[in-house]
């Protein structure tokens, strides 16, 4: 506990899944944590169940895709907090079909959220950075990176953002701001599930086909990826810039 104490975070898609994980993590760690997300139902509930447990989070609503509300956010984050001192880039949507079903919309929305919203979100919290000489910058990949069925889109997108991941790591390193990224392979969230009703199996079927797949024999938690994140937050990580750590059960997407 405190490996986190008198940091300031900003988690991106935080209302549930990942995000939500990562914030509870981070904020039992001694992190002032801010929950963002689109849905502003969602983050209202992620910040009354977490403030419920005595945690200190506070959360707004923001379209990563809106340059404007970003930059916001990061500038009340600075008003209310005083820095900025870790970002993790989580927000993120699929619109899973075949490449020669796959609409001009589904393409674009997909780059939208995962690509310019980590591009907006990276570019407005590095300024503040820059000035501390410190800072933390995580992205959330995923194994799909490596290629996936139906996935041309997301699978673009998180490879897309290794790219960013590694080039960030060059550009912002001589700051004291290390760029990592964290790629997930079968997390049981919202998202899974909807893949699961995308190719009309039950979640359980899915699950038991692909933990056949899984070394470990399980899938993963969303708190197992939490752990991964508070790694690249920590001191610890010092050290450790540009690189991306697979957490799926196994060395094999």
Same mark, same amino acid.
């Given at each position: 506990?405190?490996?986190?104490? +008198?940091?300031?975070?900003? #988690?991106? %898609? @935080?209302?549930?899944? #990942?995000?939500?994980?990562?914030?509870?993590?981070?904020?039992?760690?001694? @992190?002032?944590?801010?929950?963002?997300?689109?849905?502003?139902?969602?983050?209202?509930?992620?910040?009354?169940?977490?403030?419920?447990?005595?945690?200190?989070?506070?959360?707004?609503?923001?379209?990563?895709?809106?340059?404007?509300?970003?930059? $916001?956010? *990061?500038? &009340?984050?600075?008003?209310?907090?005083?820095?900025?001192?870790?970002?993790?880039?989580?927000? %993120? /949507? #699929?619109?899973?079909?075949?490449?020669?079903?796959?609409?001009?919309?589904?393409?674009?929305?997909?780059?939208?959220?995962?690509?310019?919203?980590?591009?907006?979100?990276?570019?407005?919290?590095?300024?503040?950075?820059?000035?501390?000489?410190?800072?933390?910058?995580? !992205?959330? $990949?995923?194994? $799909?990176?490596? %290629?996936?069925?139906?996935?041309?889109?997301?699978?673009?997108?998180?490879?897309?953002?290794?790219?960013?991941?590694?080039?960030?790591?060059?550009?912002?390193?001589?700051? +004291? =701001?290390? *760029?990592?990224?964290?790629?997930?392979?079968? #997390?049981?969230?919202?998202?899974?599930?909807?893949?699961? &009703?995308? =190719?009309?199996?039950?979640?359980?079927?899915?699950?038991?086909?692909?933990?056949?797949? =899984?070394? /470990?024999?399980?899938?993963?938690?969303?708190?197992?990826?939490?752990? @991964?994140?508070?790694?690249?937050?920590?001191?610890?990580?010092?050290? *450790? !810039?540009?690189?991306?750590?697979? *957490?799926?059960?196994?060395?094999?997407?």
């Amino acid at each position: 506990m405190g490996r986190l104490k +008198g940091r300031v975070a900003m #988690i991106t %898609g @935080a209302g549930r899944g #990942i995000g939500f994980a990562a914030a509870r993590r981070f904020a039992r760690e001694g @992190a002032q944590v801010c929950l963002t997300d689109i849905d502003e139902e969602g983050i209202r509930r992620a910040e009354e169940s977490l403030r419920g447990e005595g945690l200190e989070v506070f959360g707004l609503r923001v379209d990563v895709t809106d340059r404007a509300q970003v930059e $916001s956010a *990061v500038e &009340e984050i600075v008003r209310r907090c005083g820095r900025l001192d870790i970002l993790v880039n989580n927000a %993120g /949507v #699929i619109r899973d079909n075949l490449l020669f079903k796959m609409t001009d919309e589904d393409w674009q929305t997909v780059m939208d959220v995962h690509l310019k919203g980590a591009f907006y979100c990276s570019r407005a919290a590095q300024k503040v950075m820059v000035e501390q000489k410190y800072g933390r910058i995580i !992205n959330i $990949s995923s194994t $799909s990176a490596l %290629g996936n069925r139906g996935q041309a889109n997301y699978s673009a997108a998180k490879a897309g953002l290794q790219g960013f991941t590694k080039t960030l790591a060059i550009e912002l390193g001589k700051f +004291g =701001i290390t *760029v990592n990224a964290v790629a997930p392979g079968f #997390i049981e969230t919202e998202m899974t599930r909807a893949t699961a &009703e995308r =190719i009309g199996i039950s979640f359980e079927q899915f699950v038991e086909e692909v933990k056949k797949q =899984i070394p /470990v024999g399980r899938i993963g938690q969303p708190e197992d990826v939490a752990a @991964a994140l508070l790694f690249f937050a920590s001191e610890e990580a010092s050290y *450790v !810039n540009g690189q991306v750590l697979y *957490v799926a059960g196994g060395p094999k997407a």
